[in-house]
């Protein structure tokens, strides 16, 4: 089983960047393919984007392409989202989620099986 805790969450201005951090503890990180997903109040959870065990294989949703990027560190443990040109239409609580290792990336919720707590991430306009 594996425990996640994402940080780098905040306040930022219409336009500009924040990376969001996904610490993997408890078991062998590169088991998993990782995701990143999001929540605004009052709507359902959402795939943002996802990455296969080996980092070889990545997929966004359409509404972040071309703004995020989703990365990760086998050696660190740790998953990445680096998010420019931000909008306020971003603004959500942002969790990663580990998904068994398979060869593409599944953007359903119920396809993983571990959650970290989630950070907010708020873009003013």
Do not use: H
Request: glycine fraction near 12%.
């Amino acid at each position: 089983q594996v425990q996640l805790v994402e940080s780098g969450g905040g306040l930022v201005q219409a336009g500009g960047s924040l990376r969001l951090s996904c610490a993997a503890s408890g078991s062998t990180f590169s088991r998993y393919n990782m995701g990143w997903f999001r929540q605004a109040p009052g709507r359902e959870r959402e795939f943002v984007a996802g990455i296969t065990y080996g980092g070889g294989v990545t997929d966004y949703a359409d509404s972040v392409k071309g703004r995020f990027t989703i990365s990760r560190d086998n050696a660190k443990n740790t998953v990445y989202l680096q998010m420019n040109s931000l909008k306020p239409d971003d603004t959500a609580v942002y969790y990663c989620a580990a998904d068994w290792r398979i060869q593409y990336v599944r953007v359903g919720v119920s396809s993983y099986d571990f959650w970290g707590q989630g950070t907010q991430v708020t873009v003013s306009s």
